[in-house]
Nanobody, 121 residues
């Protein structure tokens, strides 16, 4: 059974930091790319960052320089280190794992249930 379990969400202060974790089970971890998405109230789901199966990362403009994606293959876990938090970062954050067959084509799509991040003073 495939499962993505998120942790690390909660309340952060502007300028502060949080680290999100996404622990995967039931997949061959090294074959999967992943993406962090977020969805603010009343808005669509936004791509925040990607981490490829090779460990390469990419970021949305809104978080570049503040957020860092990483992975620990031994723990089958992806991370999102969130620094210099802003109120605009408030959203539900989702872990999404998938296999990239070719450019733009994904299969074996799995999602976490989401974790709330609230940035407020």
């Amino acid at each position: 059974q495939v499962q993505l379990v998120e942790s690390g969400g909660g309340l952060g202060q502007p300028g502060g930091s949080l680290r999100l974790s996404c622990a995967a089970s039931g997949i061959i971890f090294g074959l999967y790319d992943m993406a962090w998405y977020r969805q603010a109230p009343g808005k669509g789901r936004e791509l925040v960052a990607t981490i490829t199966s090779g460990g390469a990362t990419n970021y949305a403009h809104s978080v570049k320089g503040r957020f860092t994606g990483s992975r620990d293959s031994a723990k089958n876990t992806w991370y999102l280190q969130m620094n210099n938090l802003k109120a605009e970062d408030t959203a539900v954050y989702y872990c999404h794992a998938y296999r990239s067959l070719t450019e733009g084509i994904r299969t074996n799509l799995y999602w976490g249930l989401g974790t709330q991040v609230t940035v407020s003073s």
